[in-house]
């Protein structure tokens, strides 16, 4: 049974940074694409930043320059640096990892205060 466990979330003032941490638990053979996605109330999922075993990375472009995925293929741990962080981006933010199966986390809270 493959789990996520997701923290980092909270509250931060405008131009602030966070940084969300999402670890894979279980039984694990390879994983392919490791992710965020982010989705506000009344609104689709809505991809953040994602990033292949390989270091291929593909992000929205709201987030170009402020938001940085990377990965831990040993701790099989995804992180997203966010920095320069702006009211618009509060929203639950998801962690997605592809296994043979997509996987979802619960979700973490990120609320900017303008």
């Known amino acids: 049974q493959v789990q996520l466990v997701e923290s980092g979330g909270g509250l931060v003032q405008a131009g602030g940074s966070l940084r969300l941490s999402c670890a894979a638990t279980g039984i694990i053979w390879r994983i392919n694409s490791m992710g965020w996605y982010r989705q506000a109330p009344g609104k689709q999922r809505e991809l953040v930043e994602t990033i292949t075993s390989g270091g291929n990375t593909n992000y929205a472009e709201s987030v170009k320059g402020r938001f940085t995925i990377s990965r831990d293929n040993i701790k099989n741990t995804v992180y997203l640096q966010m920095n320069g962080l702006k009211p618009e981006d509060t929203t639950v933010y998801y962690c997605?990892?592809?296994?043979?199966?997509?996987?979802w986390g619960r979700g973490t809270q990120v609320t900017v205060s303008s």
């Open positions: 997605n990892v592809g296994l043979d199966r997509q996987y």
